[in-house]
């Protein structure tokens, strides 16, 4: 048998540092002394300074304190009580501007200056490059084709009997079950309860819409009145129930999602003219076909959920400038990128099932996204399904500039002029 390089490298550092005196034991548990921070909710000033008493005892500077909690924040401190514990500070993230992109869509139709926080040089540059080309050629037409975020409840049966009783109840009491899921919120609605067995486990895929918000607390939060009503009223005896059993694709790629959607399902096209891909892009439509059928096939071979280029990079940039929950990138970024030949040039598509996203509630109301949102004009109620629209847009053009770039052979080279040598 033939042990790899790196593998026999692996294991000497492991060795070296096991083999130094006291290594033996770094590994062994060491309870004495433990200790944590006791949890503060509402955040001021006082707060955040006994905070950084602690930590000044510890690794953290002055210098990290006043980057940290500057004077702005400091001012601003109560107004993040809603949105997290234990506040120290705030993290300042660069902010560039792409666009204005052209957007002829459903909900969302105009030239939107789109605000990205990223510290990835060339990312900026990149889909701003692409929504120039998409705009001279028309713009962006999307379209919202489905929304409902799932909270997928499980309950825990003794035999696989009740287990269908439950389900024959849950369907005989579905009215009385969707209103006290709905008392808990203005803006959501129970719109569909579809049951899944496993012996003596069920799953129960409840979808709801959201209003303008993303929707994420909200549905937990309805979902657990639901839950508790069949707990306390359905006379088949429940062992144990859990308001959600990891079945919904919450901030994971799934199967699930990419089929029936979680959040809004976005799709968006283009039509790019010959002449501008020559002009804007320095490559052709057949250029970047052939490099699509390799990428595709890529895609097929390592087992993506979907085939796309990168999503993630627009979705996270975007989420972090306008309070979106950060960690729905995960489900967000799974969908279908498709290039085709086209009598006027290049037809380009995403197809986009899991955006998550809110132009209320959540981090939008925090002061630096709340200006992103208001750069976009995209702020408050009314917005939602317009904000999916224009984030499904916004991941089209990166998907034009990367496959461009690589099919022209200069993917590296703007990452070295815009990144490394900048």
Known sequence: ???????????????????????????????????????????????????????????????????????????????????????IGTVKVPVGVVGPLRVNGVYANGDFTVPLATTEAALVASYARGAHIASRAGGISTAVLYEGVLRTPAFVFETLMQAGQFVDWVVSHIDGLKSEAEKTTRHGKLVSVEP??????????????????????????????FCRHAAETCPVPIKRWYVEGNFSGDKKASALGMLTGRGRKVSASVVLPDELIGKLLGTTAEAMLDYGRVANLGA???????????????????YIATGQDAACVAESAVGFTRMEPHENGLFCSVTMPNILVGSVGGGTGLP??????????????????ALAEVTAALCLCGEISIVAALSAGDFVRAHESLARHR
């Open 300 to 318: 097929l071979f390592s087992g993506q959920m979907g085939a796309q280029a990168h999503y993630a990079n627009a979705l996270a940039a975007l």
């Open 196 to 225: 899944v067995i496993d012996t003596n486990v069920v799953f129960l895929l409840c979808r709801y819409t959201t209003g303008d918000a993303s929707g994420q607390n909200m549905v937990t939060i309805a979902t657990d009145a």
């Open 368 to 385: 630096s996204q709340m200006a992103g949102l208001n750069i976009m004009g995209l702020k408050g109620a009314g917005k939602g399904a």
């Open 1 to 87: 048998m033939i042990i790899p390089h790196h593998v026999t490298e692996m294991l000497a550092r492991v060795r070296a540092r096991i083999m130094r005196p006291g290594g033996e034991q770094s590994l062994d548990p060491k309870p004495e002394g433990a200790h944590s921070y006791r949890p503060v909710r509402t955040a001021s000033e006082k707060s955040i300074a006994r905070y950084w008493d602690l930590l000044m005892k510890g690794a953290a500077s002055a210098t990290d304190q006043e980057a940290l909690a500057d004077p702005t924040t400091l001012a601003d401190a109560a107004s993040y009580s809603a949105n997290i514990e234990n506040m």
